[in-house]
C-alpha cells in the first residue's frame, strides 16, 4: 500500500508541477487578475510562478526516483522513501499550522486558507502512513 500511495503522490506532485508551467508560461496575466493588487510585475509573477512549478515539478522526480529504488527491493531505497515520506510529512504539517495562522489572523482569506490547511494536513497524514507501513515493512524484514 505504500508503494500505491507514493504512485498517487508522485502523479499528484507531477500534475501540479505541469499544471503550474502553464500557469507560469501562459496564465500569469488570468492569475494576476485574480490576485489582489501586487508590488511586482507580470513577468515576476510569471517568474515566481514557474519557478516554484519546477520545485513541484522536482519532487515528483524524487518520487519517481524512489519508487524505481523500491522496484529493485532495496533496503537503501525503503530507507529514501522513509526519508522522504518523513520529510514531507513534516513539511505538510508545517503548512497546516501555518494556514491554521493564517485563518485566525487573516478573516478575508479564511476560507482559501482553511482549504490550504486541510490539504496540508491530509498530505501530512498520508505521507505518514506511508512512513509507518514502510517501518513495518522494514522490521518484518529484520525478523526473517
Do not use: C, K, N
Not at 46 to 58: H, P, Q, W
Request: charged share 10%; proline share 3%; hydrophobic share 65%.
Amino acid at each position: 500500500m505504500a508503494r500505491w500511495l507514493l504512485i498517487a503522490a508522485a502523479a499528484a506532485w507531477t500534475a501540479a508541477g505541469v499544471i503550474g508551467l502553464a500557469i507560469g508560461i501562459v496564465g500569469a496575466a488570468t492569475l494576476q487578475r485574480h490576485l489582489p493588487p501586487l508590488a511586482i510585475d507580470i513577468d515576476a509573477l510569471r517568474g515566481a510562478v514557474t519557478a516554484v512549478a519546477l520545485g513541484v515539478l522536482a519532487i515528483g522526480a524524487v518520487h519517481a526516483g524512489v519508487l524505481v529504488g523500491l522496484r529493485g527491493g532495496g533496503r537503501r531505497a525503503v530507507s529514501a522513501a522513509l526519508l522522504l515520506s518523513g520529510f514531507l510529512s513534516a513539511l505538510l504539517l508545517a503548512l497546516a499550522v501555518a494556514a491554521a495562522t493564517s485563518v485566525a489572523t487573516t478573516p478575508a482569506s479564511a476560507p482559501a486558507f482553511a482549504a490550504a490547511g486541510v490539504a496540508s494536513l491530509a498530505g501530512a497524514i498520508g505521507y505518514g502512513l506511508v512512513g509507518a507501513l514502510l517501518v513495518r515493512e522494514l522490521r518484518s524484514r529484520s525478523v526473517t
